[in-house]
């Protein structure tokens, strides 16, 4: 098992930084990718960031030049630092990991993120 918590969220003005961090427990052994979700109002969950064990990041073409994914193994903490806020970055931040090799995915419960215009 694998356990994700989020933190980091909160009201920001358009143009401003947030960094949002997902502390992971558990089973980290097995966890092969590490991503960043977003679900705003009325609209279906999806993917922001994602990085590889190895290290490798990918990014959604809305936030590329804006949000970096990164982690710390030392702390077993992946964070999503966001510069240059949008109000269309407004959403429900979800930390996901996943084990391919034991087909398992899990969640955070999410961090609220509100960007003022």
């Known amino acids: 098992q694998v356990q994700l918590v989020e933190s980091g969220g909160g009201l920001v003005q358009a143009g401003g930084s947030l960094r949002l961090s997902c502390a992971v427990s558990g089973s980290i052994f097995s966890i092969d990718v590490m991503r960043w979700y977003r679900q705003a109002p009325g609209k279906q969950r999806g993917l922001v960031a994602s990085i590889t064990s190895g290290g490798s990041a990918n990014y959604v073409d809305s936030v590329k030049g804006r949000f970096t994914i990164s982690r710390d193994n030392a702390k077993n903490t992946v964070y999503l630092q966001m510069n240059s806020l949008k109000p269309e970055d407004t959403a429900v931040y979800y930390c996901?990991?996943?084990?391919?090799?034991?087909?398992?995915?899990?969640w955070g419960q999410g961090t609220q993120v509100t960007v003022s215009s």
């Open positions: 996901n990991a996943a084990s391919f090799r034991y087909s398992k995915n899990y």
